[in-house]
């Protein structure tokens, strides 16, 4: 993606829910992108997914979640002063989320480069990502030589749009610096806020949002993010508190990732999602920030499948609690509130092909209760994108409980969609990209969070319990 293209806007204009499908030339469909001819030798990416996926590297040296701080504060610094023509297109794309827009929540897809397995069977990368008009279409399989006989196209592809599209060789610094950014300075200001990754497995979720040796994440970046504009903002009449939890969602029950007894069940506590007893721990620092993620990330279930050697069985949110209480000079004081959750779902599978079977025990129930709770994610999504959203299922399952903010309430919202580019997952990416799209649809109503006297919070809470009630009377 290069720095001085401009993206047009897409993903606001109206869509075909089921994409465009075209009659495509394969050979026209790979000389747009040469590095989908299937060719053995992988595209240029990070060194992450060649060793993730058994391919021998030499590891660059590890890097610092503090690291990401000095570019993200430089980033801030140049746009206060007098900005080049790149860092104007950046500043203008990240002020998106004051428009009326901003309601809607903004969908992103990410595609990774083919994994050294895919290489070795000769897979070949089907998804074509146009950057600069925000499109991703995927080459469809050749249908029968039947079909082909009686005159039929030898291929098809299907489009869809979206707010960004990235390719392989974006990084992810390039992905946060875009909407990310904007939906984490809106929380600073009182703006509640959700990022989830949502793709199959092994598709690079984990990758996207967390930290590990060689890359920073969505999670840290935003992290940083926080510290920097407290670090700004902070005098003697505005005080920044910061909390973090951290919980899983593994079989349908909740466990805290941070707390004495991460196996312990925890429930959900009344119509607004709220899980009783959750550890919420005060972070002054980065660094302490840092050693709690890495500490529930530790905590998480994982194992090994044939799609992914590190597979996540369980859905993890890692929530930043911001509280920012300010004096005037009148002495009143105005209390600011605002959450973040930044949300890695477990992968979507499909049992043939990660090597679990009926047979398993308990990796089938692990990989039934995944799917379950995704396909309730999908109803809720497929519920609310429609223009006059009747019932929604938001108490069929734990995931679903807890978004209700997040989905159709009030929050800003961006799910980043990871892709697989290989032909045998052909199935697993249209469904995704057919989610995503779908996403894309859904109004939030996002207020800031703003209590100018104790009692207003006793009021907003009680005015939420009243419409909880009505809604479930009137269904």
Known sequence: MGSGSSRSNSADKPQNREGIVSDVDEDEFFSRHPSKSGATTPSKSPSYYENRHGRRGVSPPPLSIRSVGASISGLTTRENSRPNSAELKLKNMRQKWA??????????????????????????????????????????????????????????????????CYNANATTSQLYNEIPYSLVQGVLEGYNATILAYGQTGSGKSFTMQEDPEHIGIIPRAIVHIFDGKEADEDKDTVYFVHVSYVEIYNEEIRDLLGDNPTRKLDIKGNNGAIQDLTMHHVQTVGHCAELLRKGIANRVTSATTMNAHSSRSHAIFTVWLKIQTRDPSGSTQQTKAKLNLVDLAGSERHGKTGISTNSGHAFKESKSINLSLSTLGKVIQALSVENPGHVPYRESKLTRLFQDSLGGNARTMMIACLSPSDSNYEETVSTLKYAHNTKFINNKPVVNIDKDPKDALIRDLQYEIRALRNRLDH
Do not use: W
């Open 99 to 164: 428009t009326e827009t901003s309601k809607r929540i903004h969908v992103v897809v990410r595609v990774r480069p083919l994994n050294f397995r895919e290489i070795k069977e000769n897979a070949k990368d089907i998804v074509y990502m146009d950057e600069i008009n925000n499109e991703c279409t995927i080459l469809m399989p050749k249908p029968s030589k039947m079909i082909q006989q009686n005159g039929g196209s030898s291929h098809k592809s299907i489009t869809f749009s979206y707010d960004r």
